[in-house]
């Protein structure tokens, strides 16, 4: 008796897509064929149950076993989607009992096929249905046996037939000779399976005939066999009469060519006159009959040959489609006239070429003119090209047109490189290009208009224009005018513009000192001045702990104007370039805070204020140490003075990238945000009363914005009002 693994191992090998299950509904043997088809392949599924596979519908699956328990046999169809390509598959599938030798039902049979093709199929031919409902032509099916499965309205009613023709064979419903011919266009598609085309013609209601271009193809049917012949038919009737319009048109076409006021001719390929009408006969001075005996070559100037020639076997070849071409005729008399031609090439349904179609217009007189304008041009060129200004024309869309050979001595390009080139190519700012445009749209000129037009070595050049917009027709075609190199001039207004500005710059670093000077240095020493004649006054009558607190008060304001004073003499240096830069290594960056914060330290002592610093060990610079610790002492100084007492001040010094970053970070009373920009604008000179009322001058930052930017890095803040500030600085590395 056979095993479960026996089983098992035959269906392996079986082409049966079957499942075999027990009463639990737990998998006992599979065929490969079926756990393919479940998209179940590789994976152990012996001894599984069915929900834990199918997890999808398990209530569903659970009835249909109860129910097959009772006797009853359960087919479907699933769908479900392949999950590598995410295709649909569909699977058709049935349940039964099977029964043991002893114990009566054993437990469960699946069977399952792969039936995507057929619903493919079926989806195809559904599809093509409502696509030939809405088709605007004759749309049929015919299967293998000639029988019509399907017919659109157009088809009904071009045929006059009633809807209840289809499922019946064409020879009872177009009789023996048509459904023959039927007959054998399908078998052929359905044995080739290609596609054919044909014409065919059928009377319409009122007896006319419509001409009808078909289109049969075979395609699937139901079950997945080929065995369908689609077909499709579009009128063409209007296609056919067009065809004998056109011919009628020859008549039309022949009275045109022969009353032209303009010469026309037909000619063969190899340039014989085929047809000429009477005007091409005046031109030329021969009769109708000596050009047809005659070819184009015999009459075309032999200098003018050659070029004729080649554009009319450009012309046959399909290299062009017309030709326009200017060229010389011999008239009979012996004169040489001008003409122009233009020609095309008339070719058959097969793309043959049949004739060129010619018309030519004599342009003699109109050359004579151009003659007497050249000898114009000439005496103008001579002028432009000898002028010192330059003289220049755009088209409308701003490409140069012309310029004089001037321009050479003032740019570096020559003439031949910018003609062609867009004007805006040589501004040096393209503002400047859309200010001109601006001015001559509202004005109509521009008079000594300065721009910036920039050199072949890329050099800025100062020019005053003239210039106008060009009408033709009352309509703007472009614009004229003339340039005048004025750089000199220009670097003349610059220096003495420059000159003004270091002079206003000098009077007002020379105000500020003033005013630095006769109030925040005046009144620490008029204070101390006025406190020491108080004391002096009253030496006797005070104590020796009054004494005691009068000179300390005169020692710290006098320290305070010390204090002043040297800020003030090196910002005054600084304005005036009187500090020299001098980088050096400093090997040791510790060393150097650590002196800056020794002298702050009195100031932070006075207010409790703790100061910490973490700087990376071994870390060394490139810098010049007295503006380093300038610029490290007056940020630990501001922090200070804007720092509560009992607060707390941190410098952290680490690498970032390229550059030494510098931080001092307090937790004071913050600058507002709408302050924070001015605090490191040089030209601001923002300041404000510290916590302890202590007043400054705003010097202090100017120093350091300054020294920071001497080195080549950047300074930034970040602020919080009422948390604290964080001032950065960088210092970057050097070879």
Same mark, same amino acid.
């Given at each position: 008796?056979?095993?479960?693994?026996?089983?098992?191992?035959?269906?392996?090998?079986?082409?049966?897509?079957?499942?075999?299950?027990?009463?639990?509904?737990?998998?006992?043997?599979?065929?490969?064929?079926?756990?393919?088809?479940?998209?179940?392949?590789?994976?152990?599924?012996?001894?599984?149950?069915?929900?834990?596979?199918?997890?999808?519908?398990?209530?569903?699956?659970?009835?249909?076993?109860?129910?097959?328990?009772?006797?009853?046999?359960?087919?479907?169809?699933?769908?479900?989607?392949?999950?590598?390509?995410?295709?649909?598959?569909?699977?058709?599938?049935?349940?039964?009992?099977?029964?043991?030798?002893?114990?009566?039902?054993?437990?469960?049979?699946?069977?399952?096929?792969?039936?995507?093709?057929?619903?493919?199929?079926?989806?195809?031919?559904?599809?093509?249905?409502?696509?030939?409902?809405?088709?605007?032509?004759?749309?049929?099916?015919?299967?293998?046996?000639?029988?019509?499965?399907?017919?659109?309205?157009?088809?009904?009613?071009?045929?006059?037939?009633?809807?209840?023709?289809?499922?019946?064979?064409?020879?009872?419903?177009?009789?023996?000779?048509?459904?023959?011919?039927?007959?054998?266009?399908?078998?052929?598609?359905?044995?080739?399976?290609?596609?054919?085309?044909?014409?065919?013609?059928?009377?319409?209601?009122?007896?006319?005939?419509?001409?009808?271009?078909?289109?049969?193809?075979?395609?699937?049917?139901?079950?997945?066999?080929?065995?369908?012949?689609?077909?499709?038919?579009?009128?063409?009737?209007?296609?056919?009469?067009?065809?004998?319009?056109?011919?009628?048109?020859?008549?039309?076409?022949?009275?045109?060519?022969?009353?032209?006021?303009?010469?026309?001719?037909?000619?063969?390929?190899?340039?014989?006159?085929?047809?000429?009408?009477?005007?091409?006969?005046?031109?030329?001075?021969?009769?109708?009959?000596?050009?047809?005996?005659?070819?184009?070559?015999?009459?075309?100037?032999?200098?003018?040959?050659?070029?004729?020639?080649?554009?009319?076997?450009?012309?046959?070849?399909?290299?062009?489609?017309?030709?326009?071409?200017?060229?010389?005729?011999?008239?009979?008399?012996?004169?040489?006239?001008?003409?122009?031609?233009?020609?095309?090439?008339?070719?058959?349904?097969?793309?043959?070429?049949?004739?060129?179609?010619?018309?030519?217009?004599?342009?003699?007189?109109?050359?004579?003119?151009?003659?007497?304008?050249?000898?114009?041009?000439?005496?103008?060129?001579?002028?432009?090209?000898?002028?010192?200004?330059?003289?220049?024309?755009?088209?409308?869309?701003?490409?140069?047109?012309?310029?004089?050979?001037?321009?050479?001595?003032?740019?570096?390009?020559?003439?031949?490189?910018?003609?062609?080139?867009?004007?805006?190519?040589?501004?040096?700012?393209?503002?400047?290009?859309?200010?001109?445009?601006?001015?001559?749209?509202?004005?109509?000129?521009?008079?000594?208009?300065?721009?910036?037009?920039?050199?072949?070595?890329?050099?800025?050049?100062?020019?005053?224009?003239?210039?106008?917009?060009?009408?033709?027709?009352?309509?703007?075609?472009?614009?004229?005018?003339?340039?005048?190199?004025?750089?000199?001039?220009?670097?003349?207004?610059?220096?003495?513009?420059?000159?003004?500005?270091?002079?206003?710059?000098?009077?007002?670093? @020379?105000?500020? =000192?003033?005013? %630095?000077?006769?109030?925040? &240095?005046? #009144?620490? /020493?008029?204070? *101390?001045?006025?406190?020491? +004649?108080?004391?002096?006054?009253?030496?006797?009558?005070?104590?020796?702990?009054?004494?005691?607190?009068?000179?300390?008060?005169?020692?710290?304001?006098?320290?305070?104007?010390?204090?002043?004073?040297?800020?003030?003499?090196?910002?005054?240096?600084?304005?005036?370039?009187?500090?020299?830069?001098?980088?050096?290594?400093?090997?040791?960056?510790?060393?150097?805070?650590?002196?800056?914060?020794?002298?702050?330290?009195?100031?932070?002592?006075?207010?409790?204020?703790?100061?910490?610093?973490?700087?990376?060990?071994?870390?060394?610079?490139?810098?010049? @140490?007295?503006? =380093?610790?300038? %610029?490290?002492?007056?940020? &630990?100084? #501001?922090? /200070?003075?804007? *720092?509560?007492?009992?607060? +707390?001040?941190?410098?952290?010094?680490?690498?970032?990238?390229?550059?030494?970053?510098?931080?001092?970070?307090?937790?004071?009373?913050?600058?507002?945000?709408?302050?924070?920009?001015?605090?490191?604008?040089?030209?601001?000179?923002?300041?404000?009363?510290?916590?302890?009322?202590?007043?400054?001058?705003?010097?202090?930052?100017?120093?350091?914005?300054?020294?920071?930017?001497?080195?080549?890095?950047?300074?930034?803040?970040?602020?919080?009002?009422?948390?604290?500030?964080?001032?950065?600085?960088?210092?970057?590395?050097?070879?």
């Amino acid at each position: 008796m056979l095993s479960f693994a026996d089983l098992n191992n035959i269906l392996n090998n079986s082409p049966v897509s079957m499942a075999i299950l027990d009463l639990n509904w737990r998998f006992q043997a599979v065929s490969n064929q079926w756990l393919v088809i479940n998209g179940l392949e590789g994976m152990q599924v012996i001894g599984k149950l069915h929900s834990e596979l199918f997890t999808v519908d398990s209530n569903k699956w659970q009835d249909i076993f109860d129910n097959c328990l009772l006797g009853n046999d359960y087919h479907g169809e699933t769908k479900r989607i392949n999950p590598i390509d995410q295709t649909e598959v569909w699977i058709k599938w049935q349940i039964n009992q099977w029964t043991a030798s002893l114990s009566g039902c054993g437990g469960f049979v699946l069977y399952c096929e792969n039936i995507t093709e057929i619903k493919n199929s079926k989806h195809q031919e559904a599809q093509f249905r409502v696509f030939m409902d809405y088709i605007p032509g004759l749309c049929w099916i015919t299967n293998s046996a000639n029988i019509l499965t399907y017919a659109n309205k157009h088809f009904l009613d071009i045929h006059q037939l009633p809807s209840t023709v289809i499922g019946k064979n064409k020879k009872d419903i177009f009789g023996y000779d048509v459904a023959k011919d039927a007959f054998v266009n399908n078998s052929e598609v359905l044995k080739t399976k290609q596609s054919k085309e044909f014409q065919q013609t059928i009377r319409d209601q009122e007896g006319f005939p419509q001409y009808f271009m078909t289109f049969k193809f075979p395609f699937l049917d139901s079950s997945g066999n080929m065995s369908l012949v689609g077909a499709v038919g579009f009128n063409i009737t209007k296609h056919k009469q067009l065809e004998e319009n056109l011919y009628q048109s020859e008549e039309q076409f022949r009275q045109a060519f022969e009353h032209s006021l303009v010469g026309m001719a037909l000619i063969s390929p190899e340039g014989c006159w085929k047809r000429v009408n009477a005007s091409l006969c005046q031109i030329t001075g021969y009769t109708e009959q000596e050009l047809q005996s005659m070819c184009m070559q015999d009459i075309t100037h032999p200098d003018d040959l050659p070029e004729s020639i080649a554009k009319l076997i450009d012309l046959a070849d399909n290299v062009t489609e017309s030709v326009k071409v200017e060229k010389r005729y011999i008239h009979k008399n012996g004169d040489i006239i001008w003409v122009v031609i233009a020609a095309t090439m008339l070719k058959d349904s097969q793309g043959r070429a049949l004739h060129y179609v010619s018309q030519i217009e004599d342009i003699t007189k109109r050359k004579e003119i151009e003659g007497d304008l050249k000898q114009s041009e000439k005496k103008y060129r001579s002028i432009f090209e000898n002028v010192q200004d330059v003289f220049y024309q755009a088209d409308q869309s701003g490409l140069v047109t012309e310029i004089s050979p001037s321009i050479l001595q003032y740019s570096g390009f020559s003439r031949e490189a910018i003609i062609g080139q867009p004007v805006s190519d040589f501004y040096y700012y393209p503002q400047d290009r859309e200010r001109i445009i601006n001015s001559l749209k509202n004005d109509g000129t521009v008079i000594d208009f300065e721009v910036r037009l920039i050199t072949a070595d890329k050099e800025l050049r100062y020019v005053s224009v003239n210039a106008r917009l060009i009408f033709d027709d009352g309509r703007i075609v472009g614009t004229e005018g003339s340039m005048r190199d004025v750089t000199a001039r220009k670097f003349q207004e610059n220096a003495l513009k420059a000159l003004n500005l270091e002079l206003t710059a000098s009077n007002e670093q @020379k105000n500020k =000192l003033l005013s %630095i000077i006769g109030h925040d &240095l005046r #009144n620490p /020493i008029s204070g *101390s001045l006025e406190l020491l +004649e108080m004391t002096l006054a009253d030496l006797y009558l005070i104590s020796v702990d009054e004494i005691h607190l009068h000179l300390s008060m005169i020692r710290q304001e006098l320290s305070n104007a010390n204090e002043l004073l040297e800020g003030l003499l090196i910002w005054a240096k600084s304005q005036f370039n009187a500090i020299g830069f001098h980088p050096v290594e400093i090997n040791n960056i510790s060393n150097l805070i650590e002196r800056s914060v020794h002298n702050v330290l009195p100031m932070a002592n006075k207010k409790s204020i703790r100061i910490a610093h973490q700087i990376e060990p071994g870390m060394g610079i490139y810098a010049d @140490k007295e503006m =380093l610790e300038t %610029i490290v002492r007056n940020l &630990l100084s #501001n922090a /200070i003075k804007f *720092s509560h007492t009992g607060g +707390e001040i941190t410098i952290k010094v680490l690498k970032k990238g390229s550059d030494m970053l510098f931080s001092v970070t307090d937790n004071g009373i913050g600058v507002p945000a709408e302050k924070v920009l001015e605090l490191l604008n040089s030209k601001s000179n923002y300041t404000t009363y510290g916590t302890n009322g202590e007043k400054g001058t705003g010097l202090g930052l100017n120093l350091v914005v300054d020294f920071v930017l001497r080195h080549g890095g950047e300074i930034w803040v970040n602020s919080d009002l009422g948390v604290g500030s964080v001032f950065y600085f960088t210092i970057p590395f050097r070879e």
